[in-house]
């Protein structure tokens, strides 16, 4: 099975703070994605990535950047979090075009 | 610009009732489509997926068809739980070759089935 995790569940930070996101995926896949979800939006895209050191901006990449030095590692970046940055966030991997598996989500508040 | 549109937004049914989850889309121009499920508060666990030049996909309980040229989706759940109480999502990818790695999600449809 594959297995995509999410270093935090639960997440609360100051406003100003530099705040990191990691995601692991198991199953040497290339493909990662970043995405946020708010109630009455949905799922937005934020980044992609399609190998290592390559990404692409999504719908919202604004107020954050992403890394990937490894294959299975894949980490968002919120230079200075503030407020309107509060949401749940999603972590997907995937093989182009195949189907793509999510981790558990990392819910963050930024007082 | 695709845009995915589910209906309803929520629903409540008794224990066993068979029901039906809409999903649709604007541009038929989809390399797949995929219905996922959310618990409250986790991440999206992938019930099926379905190629543009498939019609219908099963799993257990639950089948799923694909009208690509009408830009519809349902996901049909057989003899309902309550343990399928969730929100469901669908999402397409679209066939354009530089960016089919983009999904356009739905809104979801808020299952509850009551004991």
């Known amino acids: 099975d594959v297995k995509v995790t999410q270093s935090s569940r639960y997440l609360v930070k100051r406003t100003g703070e530099k705040v990191f996101l990691e995601c692991v995926q198991d199953m040497d896949h290339e493909n990662m994605f970043w995405y946020r979800q708010d109630p009455g939006l949905g799922l937005r895209l934020i980044y992609f990535?399609?190998?290592?050191?390559?990404?692409e901006k999504g719908d919202i990449p604004e107020g954050y950047s992403v890394s990937r030095e490894k294959k299975e590692r894949f980490s968002l970046i919120l230079e200075s979090a503030s407020t309107n940055q509060t949401s749940m966030y999603l972590c997907a991997s995937s093989f182009t075009p195949i189907e793509q598996y999510f981790g558990p989500g990392t819910r963050l508040t930024v007082t | 610009k695709q845009e995915v549109t589910q209906i309803p937004a929520a629903l409540s049914v008794p224990e066993g009732e068979n029901l039906v989850l809409n999903c649709s889309f604007t541009?038929?121009?989809?390399?797949?489509l995929q219905w996922f499920r959310q618990d409250p508060g986790k991440g999206l666990t992938s019930l099926l997926l379905?190629?543009?030049?498939?019609r219908e996909q099963t799993s257990g309980r639950l089948n799923a068809s694909l009208d690509k040229s009408s830009g519809r989706s349902t996901l049909y759940i057989a003899a309902s739980q309550p343990g399928d109480s969730a929100t469901y999502l669908c999402a397409v990818r679209p066939n354009s070759g530089g960016s089919n790695y983009k999904l356009t999600f739905g809104k979801g449809t808020l299952l509850t089935v009551n004991p």
């Open positions: 541009d038929s121009a989809i390399y797949n």
């Open positions: 990535s399609y190998d290592v050191k390559m990404k």
């Open positions: 379905i190629q543009s030049s498939q």
